[in-house]
């Protein structure tokens, strides 16, 4: 039978465990690879109605991406808030939300994203807010998305004063009598966003397509989706949007949507379980996981510790945040992924700290095996040496960002001191020691592109550092082999899906098409790998997008 569609040209199909697995041509029929092999093999498979994709000789084919850890349907809200990613200065971003303010409605709040205490020197206030946007409501999520900065109008519609108790995993950044200074930590921030007006199912549907498309112009063909940020009643208007997408096939890639604690009852009782489609009018749109949080992060200084953060002059620590703190406390998370495996939905857990990890390793642990997606821990920023060996030996997969590391090494090295190197961001312990090991951007936190992440797990290092800054942990560098298989075969492998991720027969004909220089060793940084951009993109050997 002729082949529907034939790629020739240097093709790595990622086939065994290790190696490229270079090909001369890959054959395609009803969506899959058929043949991968030599041309002149292939050429015989051939007929006048093939669709040819021809390489350049200065050109490369790989399987497409999987973002692991991307948050599609609030990334999608957020292409219409405020971005403060690249303001410089709290000037700079009181700038923006200045803007805000003239142009929207008096009635609508400000939202946005971005800011980061570190970049801009100090933590900002809602008196800072007040200034530039009198009687506003606004809230604006930082860079880590872990603490929120809030102004005078939203505190007060919140009900936040001094007698306002910290909720449970959650902190009121206060000044010298107990006042509100307008940042929520954690918990506390669901204080304000559970007054902000969610985003309808329309608004959802319409901006999750708009940034899909951007992803598949990237190379990005599948995204695992933790969830949304608000608090969800029943499955939640991100979830309808995406089933509508389905439905409709209007989803340019695929999605594994996950939910969040308050989610999971509606889920069990739906009979959703981690793998079906949310429509069986469509495949593209699956059931994910059930996503938890252990702790919180580096930048917000509530990533949970088995030792005390280091401590920093003049910036105090609210009273016992000192070893950082638990967002759902350990039995909580073991009790709730016993609750989700029960009814068939694999959880993932975030963890940051090394406290963390190790209590969402006991959480996790005990659910291994007992549904199709593998149980994750996402991020696993600081690892413990005694907890190295427990992702492989018990079925616990890690989904890792290495773009972090960008924004994050300085940090980490002054809030961490001697662990930053020795026992962070340790991808290469990971995967040398079996473990399932997969990539992501955590967008809208980083930016979408997943190419700068790919050459900074390679080189550990980035050129927005300083001048003379040595790269963070380079023993913990992996091989460019290792982390485009983390990228394109390990996300795939989380989700069961044994289909996808390699270009060898059997498998769904998702293909890039990069410049070759892309994947010339040694990696440079801030060379050809960290802004490749495709040619060509297949996804079920139809074209998703061509340059």
Same mark, same amino acid.
């Given at each position: 039978?002729? #082949?529907?569609?034939?790629?020739?040209?240097?093709?790595?199909?990622?086939?065994?465990?290790?190696?490229?697995?270079?090909?001369?041509?890959?054959?395609?029929?009803?969506?899959?690879?058929?043949?991968?092999?030599?041309?002149?093999? #292939?050429?015989?498979?051939?007929?006048?109605?093939?669709?040819?994709?021809?390489?350049?000789?200065?050109?490369?084919?790989?399987?497409? #991406?999987?973002?692991?850890? &991307?948050?599609? /349907?609030?990334?999608?809200?957020?292409?219409?808030?405020?971005?403060?990613?690249?303001?410089?200065? #709290?000037?700079?971003?009181?700038?923006?939300?200045?803007?805000?303010? =003239?142009?929207?409605?008096?009635?609508?709040?400000?939202?946005?994203?971005?800011?980061?205490?570190?970049? %801009?020197?100090?933590?900002?206030?809602?008196?800072?807010?007040?200034?530039?946007?009198?009687?506003?409501?606004?809230?604006? %999520?930082?860079?880590?998305?872990?603490?929120?900065?809030?102004?005078?109008? /939203?505190?007060?519609?919140?009900?936040?004063?001094?007698?306002?108790?910290?909720?449970?995993?959650?902190?009121?950044?206060?000044?010298?009598?107990? +006042?509100?200074?307008? !940042?929520?930590?954690?918990?506390?921030?669901?204080? $304000?966003?559970?007054?902000?007006?969610?985003? *309808?199912?329309?608004?959802?549907?319409?901006?999750? /397509?708009?940034?899909?498309?951007? &992803? +598949?112009? &990237?190379?990005?063909?599948?995204?695992?989706?933790?969830?949304?940020?608000?608090?969800?009643?029943?499955?939640?208007?991100?979830?309808?949007?995406?089933?509508?997408?389905?439905?409709?096939?209007?989803?340019?890639?695929?999605?594994?949507?996950?939910?969040?604690?308050?989610?999971?009852?509606?889920?069990?009782?739906?009979?959703?379980?981690?793998?079906?489609?949310?429509?069986?009018?469509?495949?593209?749109? @699956?059931?994910? %996981?059930?996503?938890?949080?252990?702790?919180?992060?580096?930048?917000?200084?509530?990533?949970?510790?088995?030792?005390?953060?280091?401590?920093?002059?003049?910036?105090?620590?609210?009273?016992? *945040?000192?070893?950082?703190?638990?967002?759902?406390?350990?039995?909580?998370?073991?009790?709730?992924?016993?609750?989700?495996?029960?009814?068939?939905?694999?959880?993932?857990?975030?963890?940051?700290?090394?406290?963390? !990890? @190790?209590?969402?390793?006991?959480?996790?642990?005990?659910?291994?095996?007992?549904?199709?997606?593998?149980?994750?821990?996402?991020?696993?920023?600081?690892?413990?040496?005694?907890?190295?060996?427990?992702?492989?030996?018990?079925? +616990?997969?890690?989904?890792?960002?290495?773009?972090?590391?960008?924004?994050?090494?300085?940090?980490?090295?002054?809030?961490?001191?001697?662990?930053?190197?020795?026992?962070?961001?340790?991808?290469?312990?990971? $995967?040398?020691?079996?473990?399932? +090991?997969?990539?992501?951007?955590?967008?809208?936190?980083?930016?979408?592109?997943?190419?700068?992440?790919?050459?900074?797990?390679?080189?550990?290092?980035?050129?927005? %550092?300083?001048?003379?800054?040595?790269?963070?942990?380079?023993?913990?560098?992996?091989?460019?082999?290792? /982390?485009?298989?983390?990228?394109?075969?390990?996300?795939?492998?989380?989700?069961?899906?044994?289909?996808? =991720?390699? &270009?060898?027969?059997?498998?769904?004909?998702?293909?890039?098409?990069?410049?070759?220089?892309?994947?010339?060793?040694?990696?440079?940084?801030?060379?050809?790998?960290?802004?490749?951009?495709?040619?060509?993109?297949?996804?079920?050997?139809?074209?998703?997008?061509?340059?």
């Amino acid at each position: 039978m002729p #082949l529907d569609a034939l790629v020739t040209g240097r093709i790595a199909t990622f086939a065994g465990e290790s190696g490229f697995g270079w090909v001369e041509a890959v054959g395609i029929k009803n969506g899959r690879v058929a043949f991968a092999g030599s041309a002149i093999e #292939l050429e015989t498979r051939a007929d006048p109605f093939t669709v040819r994709h021809e390489l350049d000789p200065d050109e490369v084919a790989i399987p497409g #991406l999987t973002d692991a850890h &991307l948050h599609l /349907a609030d990334g999608g809200i957020a292409l219409e808030q405020v971005d403060l990613e690249k303001s410089r200065s #709290l000037d700079d971003g009181l700038a923006l939300v200045a803007e805000a303010h =003239g142009r929207l409605p008096e009635a609508d709040w400000i939202e946005g994203h971005g800011w980061d205490p570190d970049r %801009w020197g100090r933590w900002p206030t809602a008196d800072d807010l007040d200034r530039v946007a009198p009687g506003r409501r606004v809230a604006l %999520w930082a860079h880590d998305h872990h603490s929120l900065w809030v102004s005078g109008p /939203a505190l007060e519609v919140a009900g936040v004063d001094h007698e306002t108790a910290d909720p449970a995993g959650g902190i009121v950044r206060r000044d010298e009598d107990r +006042v509100p200074t307008g !940042v929520l930590h954690e918990a506390a921030s669901r204080l $304000v966003t559970d007054r902000v007006p969610r985003p *309808t199912e329309d608004r959802y549907e319409r901006l999750i /397509a708009a940034l899909a498309h951007q &992803l +598949v112009e &990237l190379g990005i063909v599948a995204v695992h989706d933790p969830g949304a940020l608000a608090l969800q009643t029943g499955l939640g208007p991100s979830v309808a949007a995406y089933r509508r997408l389905a439905e409709r096939r209007a989803l340019p890639l695929r999605v594994h949507v996950c939910i969040r604690e308050e989610q999971l009852s509606a889920a069990a009782e739906a009979g959703l379980r981690s793998g079906d489609r949310l429509s069986p009018d469509g495949e593209r749109a @699956r059931v994910g %996981w059930l996503k938890l949080f252990a702790d919180g992060t580096l930048a917000s200084r509530t990533a949970a510790l088995l030792e005390p953060i280091e401590s920093e002059p003049g910036q105090p620590l609210p009273p016992g *945040t000192e070893r950082g703190v638990f967002i759902t406390p350990p039995a909580r998370q073991a009790e709730l992924a016993r609750k989700a495996a029960d009814a068939g939905i694999a959880t993932i857990i975030h963890a940051i700290g090394d406290r963390a !990890v @190790r209590a969402a390793l006991d959480a996790l642990e005990p659910t291994a095996g007992r549904t199709p997606l593998m149980p994750r821990l996402e991020h696993v920023q600081l690892l413990h040496p005694d907890d190295r060996e427990r992702f492989a030996r018990n079925g +616990v997969a890690a989904s890792v960002q290495p773009v972090h590391l960008r924004a994050d090494a300085a940090a980490a090295r002054r809030l961490w001191g001697e662990r930053a190197e020795r026992n962070g961001y340790t991808w290469r312990t990971l $995967v040398d020691s079996g473990a399932v +090991v997969a990539f992501g951007t955590d967008a809208p936190v980083e930016p979408i592109d997943p190419w700068p992440g790919l050459a900074m797990a390679v080189t550990r290092t980035d050129p927005s %550092w300083p001048a003379g800054t040595p790269p963070f942990g380079p023993d913990e560098a992996l091989s460019l082999e290792r /982390a485009l298989r983390a990228a394109c075969v390990a996300p795939a492998v989380t989700a069961g899906e044994r289909d996808r =991720g390699r &270009l060898i027969p059997g498998q769904r004909a998702d293909l890039v098409i990069l410049p070759i220089e892309a994947l010339i060793e040694p990696v440079v940084p801030g060379g050809a790998l960290s802004t490749a951009r495709p040619r060509l993109v297949l996804i079920d050997g139809q074209v998703g997008y061509e340059a």
